[in-house]
């Protein structure tokens, strides 16, 4: 009997098989904190903001870093979760893009990550993105959104990891973050990287062929489109890529990839 | 600053420590036995990957969503984020400003 009662403690029992006295979850690759913002969110002090939880990274006062500053302040941290159930737990209780108010952003990066270009972890990187009209997707953005969560958090959106092709032992993701932003006319999504290719050094071929391989799984497996068509229209963009330093000089300098 | 999220939790009597909480780490998915009708995550994704760290597909992951409706216990009340749903109905009256007009609860799915 003492046995039984052993081998009863010892039992897995998953969320399918036991909703509310489940005894083990599921870890994610990383853990990942939702942070928040919209105009509502300005001024509020609580919570925590980027600069109250990463206090310990002062930036030089330059103009700039003032202005990214005051921005982070705004930003609100929602949570930080490490399991797939917690995961659902924070989705099936909290607002969905669609039913956002506008000028609002859901940003989703790993912990220690802040969703900013200033961060060690973003500067050197770049976004793949893509901006959809509002009315003509409110129906689908929630799901694309969601397809999108579950990549990062699924750890399946960078190709290379997967695919046998990495010849380093636990090759690290490209992905820090993706973010949804919801504006009067559309919707835009965001996979942050952080690597972008710059056109120089020897690895530089490489790290583009994987950043565009990123690229078509984001449009094709996660968005649901197929490989070739064509996105782009009135407030529609392609699924684009651009570092965030030719983001920063904005005009024609900029170099996109578009899949 | 967490104190001033868990309000809440003052009026409750004491909940039982929930199975989130207290759940431990699967350190082994191979040890897992999922219930018929339940797809076990891809093994191919995990071939490179650390001890106890696992990539998860899509179909995997989406399994949960029915079953996971437990509210994490350090969710902080969405008003106090600003993270209300925009009302629609005052939407398209073009109210401007943030849509304050009429609050609708803490808008779950």
Known sequence: QEIDMQAQADEIRTVFSDPTNFNVKHPLYSPWTLWFDSPATKGRNLPQTPISSFPQTPLPQTPGNVAALGWM??????????????????YNHIVAPSHLPQKANYYLFKEGIIPAWEDDA?????????????????????????????AAIGETFDPYLTSGEATEPHPQSLVTGVIVSTRPQFYRL??????????????DDKLRERIEAMGRNFK?????????????????????????KDSEKKGKAAKKIVI | LDL???KDSKDLPNPPMSALATARVIANLND????????????ELNANAPAGKFRY?????LQFMKVCTEKPEHLPPLEVLGLEPADQQFHTMSR??????????????
């Open chain 2, 4 to 6: 001033n999220f868990r």
């Open chain 1, 73 to 90: 302040e705004d930003i609100k941290r929602v949570i930080t979760f490490d399991s797939v159930e917690e995961f659902w737990g924070l």
């Open chain 1, 220 to 244: 094709t497996s996660v968005l649901g489109y197929s490989e070739s068509q064509k996105l782009q229209g009135p407030l529609a963009t392609e699924v684009e890529f651009l570092s965030h």
């Open chain 2, 32 to 43: 897992v036995e999922y219930p018929e009708g339940i797809k076990s995550p891809k093994v």
């Open chain 1, 190 to 203: 965001s996979i942050w990287t952080r690597l972008a290719p710059t056109g120089q050094g020897d690895e």
């Open chain 2, 96 to 109: 401007g400003g943030s849509g304050r007009g009429s609050r609708h609860g803490s808008g779950a799915l």
């Open chain 2, 57 to 61: 597909d899509r179909d995997f992951l």
């Open chain 1, 122 to 150: 973003n500067k050197n990187g770049g976004k793949w993105s893509i901006q959809l009209p509002k009315d003509k997707n409110r129906s689908n953005i929630d799901k694309m959104w969601l397809f999108t969560m579950l």
